[in-house]
């Protein structure tokens, strides 16, 4: 399989705490991207980071990439109940064509 | 603009009977994508197409067919369907490289396909 993988596959926390979520992919990649998906939902789009880029934040999120290790985390800090989701990291492959997401993290944020 | 648009939300079938999904996306977007979800699985990628005409498969294309006869339409037909194909599948769409390569991908909002 293609699939990378992600760790914890489930995270429970209190209003206010950080939530990270770290993922693994397989081949050389153009960018990694992270979605989130509300239960029932479809993915919505929350961060890219480029191949050639170590670190990103946008809002309360932070994602790192390590190309060497073919790893990237995903932080949300100072979490709210309304971030309870999934988040999927997918690796867009150097072709641009395909992404290949991970298996996801369930994350509930506990007021 | 209404963005990407699955038909049906739900839907039962039988085992061997057949039944195609259509998603819809108004954003002049020329990629387009078939997933399936499945729990602990994540997203698979079935079939995709990177232009009006163009099919091409992914990870798991076995049991699926598509067309892309229109640049807004992707269909994805299942000529006999089986309880493995069981499954939440989700339509997404795209600008395509000549963006810049820089793609995130737009989602439509899932058709739950349950085949007894």
């Known amino acids: 399989s293609q699939q990378g993988e992600e760790d914890p596959q489930a995270l429970s926390i209190q209003e206010g705490e950080n939530a990270t979520m770290n993922c693994s992919y397989k081949?050389?990649?153009?960018?990694l991207q992270w979605y989130r998906q509300n239960s029932g939902r479809g993915l919505v789009h929350l961060i890219l980071?480029?191949?050639?880029?170590r670190e990103k934040h946008s809002g309360r999120l932070r994602v790192t990439l390590d190309t060497s290790k073919k790893s990237s985390s995903l932080l949300i800090t100072a979490s709210r109940a309304a971030d309870t989701a999934s988040y999927f990291c997918?690796?867009?492959?150097?072709?641009?064509?395909?992404?290949?997401f991970g298996t996801g993290t369930r994350l509930l944020v506990s007021p | 603009n209404a963005g990407v648009t699955q038909t049906p939300k739900f839907r039962v079938l039988k085992t061997g009977q057949s039944m195609t999904l259509l998603c819809a996306q108004d954003m002049n977007h020329e990629y387009m994508y078939w997933y399936r979800q499945d729990p602990g699985m994540g997203l698979r990628l079935i079939h995709y197409?990177?232009?009006?005409?163009?099919?091409a498969k992914g990870e798991v294309p076995d049991g699926y067919n598509v067309s892309r006869l229109k640049k807004q339409n992707f269909l994805l037909g299942l000529e006999s369907a089986a309880p493995s194909q069981t499954s939440v599948y989700f339509c997404a769409s795209t600008h395509g490289a000549r963006a810049g390569g820089a793609e995130t991908q737009y989602f439509g909002p899932g058709t739950r396909l349950l085949v007894l």
């Open positions: 197409s990177v232009g009006e005409g163009t099919t």
């Open positions: 081949t050389s990649i153009n960018n």
């Open positions: 997918a690796s867009m492959n150097t072709g641009f064509q395909k992404l290949v």
């Open positions: 980071i480029r191949s050639n880029e």
